[in-house]
């Protein structure tokens, strides 16, 4: 049904200003309450809800109208704005209502398979498969406008800042490093793809190549990864790249548009310079490169105390060139029963760690299995360099520096979890500097780059590319809020000579370098600008804004854990004809 009326105010918009004004709204019924001679709607739009009033006394056509309204039925109302009998303090518009004088029934809907509320504690699959439904929720919505209001200040702020916003091609080059390639037929190129990009890093150093000077997009990336709770197959990063301009340049002012939306986002006051501290520092204090701050439980070593004690499991690992390291769960010791304790060691084990040693400090001592192999020196050692008292629980993990790292960095998380200590309403902060250039694959058998194979070494690193690889450092950074990477980026190679240079050591040829990456080598002939800039995961930054736990939360449209689609049982398979089209033949293995 189509209305003459034309709407005048949003639903949410409404308070006692408008007292005695005629108002026309038009939105959703939310819920309907019939008292005999008095009829109650609670209508909704993306602003928020407002109570209608049908009275027969006041219109009777309207009031007879209103008997048939169901739930998330679209309506339009005519009606004047009174102040409310009985206040309803739990929504802003709880001081006023509306007495409809006229109804418009703009459409029916049946029942719908979810509750278009924000508690309806159902699958998420399900929400998915009705995400249209789900999106009428207003935590939903909140956070789409949330996105929204984010990504206008990032465009004003750069724009402002002399960033051009530029589009580059979403069909490109497959190439190897980083995750792996969606990739896409070329029909009139039979036998060839195109790839999906993974982000645009090698056009926009080419926008520096061509003077562009500084540029920026919000541009969608395309990842074929596993995923999980940060992590989705199709994401959106703002991108930026900056010419003329070292690590320092390009921190400062991300610093500043971070500042920015904080400020006009979220009304925080976001304290700039951010804390600096280098990759080997965040792995030797938290066991992670992407550290939560909002707490401590800091790792600590106590390899030097126990690489000669009784404790087999310490002295192999230091033997063997790893280390014993431990966390103190200061003044949690008795949140934590054996049973808990055991628990968190099957977490441990999930990062590799084969074990989990522990110590806790009791009214009556030291209570530990390890004791009896450890001797007072040893044990006094330990307690000092854990700062241990009364109250405390020490967690070890002795193996390999990789695999105690990463046990234990994820460990301190999960025990912050499980003690609730974990404040969204805080955020902390940091980069993280100076990250190896590169990693050792052990399935390649070869090195690999940490970032991208793009990455500039510091400059006293450069001789290492050919002596020592892992231990030469990048010009790299990332920004990191409570545990979340949301940025990286890095000083960029602009010399072909040391673009060759780098792709030696990551095991290329000049045939294969020139084949894969010839066109920007190529391009870095004829003049190419010292370089660099940075790409910020929206997803993730809305995310942390929005104090979800899950970017599904934050994107309209977004893909299950196994990348598909409930709504449009994407991916689906194409017919006999496309695929003849494409010169392509589908064989599945069993």
């Not at 990864?225 to 390009?250: G, H, K, N, Y």
């Not at 938290?286 to 800091?298: A, H, I, N, Q, T």
Request: with cysteine; glycine share 6%.
């Amino acid at each position: 049904m189509t209305t003459k009326l034309k709407r005048s105010h949003m639903c949410g918009t409404l308070n006692e200003a408008q007292i005695d004004e005629a108002v026309t709204l038009m939105g959703w019924v939310q819920k309907r309450r019939d008292l005999g001679g008095l009829i109650f709607v609670d209508m909704r739009d993306r602003t928020g809800i407002v109570q209608i009033v049908f009275d027969k006394d006041i219109s009777e056509e309207a009031f007879k109208r209103a008997e048939d309204l169901g739930s998330e039925y679209v309506i339009a109302i005519e009606g004047k704005v009174y102040k409310r009998q009985s206040v309803n303090p739990n929504i802003p518009t709880g001081e006023i209502e509306i007495f409809a004088e006229t109804l418009d029934i703009l459409n029916t809907s049946e029942t719908p398979p979810i509750y278009i509320k924000d508690d309806d504690d159902v699958s998420e699959n399900l929400r998915l498969k009705y995400r249209y439904l789900d999106l009428r929720k207003p935590s939903m919505q909140k956070n789409l406008f949330l996105r929204h209001k984010t990504a206008n200040v990032v465009r004003n702020f750069l724009s402002d800042e002399g960033f051009i916003e530029m589009e580059t091609p979403v069909l490109t080059k497959t190439t190897p490093e980083g995750a792996r390639d969606y990739l896409v037929p070329s029909r009139v190129n039979p036998g060839k793809f195109y790839a999906l990009p993974q982000s645009p890093q090698l056009f926009k150093q080419l926008l520096m190549v061509s003077g562009m000077d500084r540029y920026f997009q919000i541009v969608k990336c395309f990842r074929d990864e596993d995923l999980r709770a940060d992590r989705q197959p199709e994401f959106t990063q703002i991108d930026c790249e900056m010419s003329f301009v070292d690590v320092d340049d390009v921190i400062v002012i991300n610093e500043r548009l971070l500042k920015k939306v904080f400020k006009e986002v979220m009304d925080i006051e976001l304290q700039i310079p951010l804390q600096q501290i280098t990759y080997k520092e965040a792995m030797e204090r938290y066991g992670s490169d992407k550290p939560d701050l909002r707490f401590s439980f800091e790792l600590f070593d106590v390899s030097e105390a126990v690489k000669d004690s009784q404790f087999k499991v310490f002295t192999s690992a230091v033997a063997g060139g790893g280390s014993v390291r431990g966390i103190n769960l200061k003044g949690y010791g008795d949140n934590f029963s054996r049973k808990d304790i055991t628990s968190l060691e099957e977490f441990a084990k999930t990062y590799g760690a084969k074990g989990l040693a522990w110590i806790k400090i009791t009214e009556d001592g030291v209570t530990s299995p390890i004791a009896k192999f450890l001797s007072e020196e040893e044990m006094d050692s330990i307690l000092r360099i854990a700062d241990a008292t009364k109250g405390d629980l020490l967690l070890f993990v002795a193996d390999n520096n990789n695999v105690v790292f990463d046990s234990l960095g994820h460990l301190r998380v999960e025990a912050a979890k499980r003690l609730g200590i974990l404040n969204k309403d805080e955020y902390k902060a940091l980069w993280v500097t100076e990250f190896p250039l590169f990693e050792y694959d052990e399935e390649e058998n070869r090195f690999v780059a940490k970032h991208h194979p793009f990455t500039s070494p510091m400059e006293e690193d450069i001789p290492l590319l050919d002596s020592d690889p892992a231990n030469a450092r990048a010009k790299a950074y990332d920004i990191v809020i409570n545990g979340y990477e949301i940025g990286g980026g890095s000083i960029r190679i602009s010399s072909s000579e040391l673009q060759q240079k780098m792709f030696k050591a990551l095991g290329f040829s000049e045939e294969e370098a020139w084949e894969k990456f010839g066109f920007l080598l190529d391009a870095f002939k004829y003049g190419t600008p010292p370089h660099g800039g940075i790409a910020f995961g929206l997803d993730r930054l809305i995310m942390i804004l929005a104090k979800e736990d899950n970017i599904r939360q934050v994107i309209a449209f977004p893909k299950t854990q196994n990348a598909t689609c409930p709504l449009t049982n994407a991916p689906s398979e194409a017919d006999s004809k496309q695929l003849k089209d494409l010169s392509i033949e589908v064989k599945i293995e069993k």
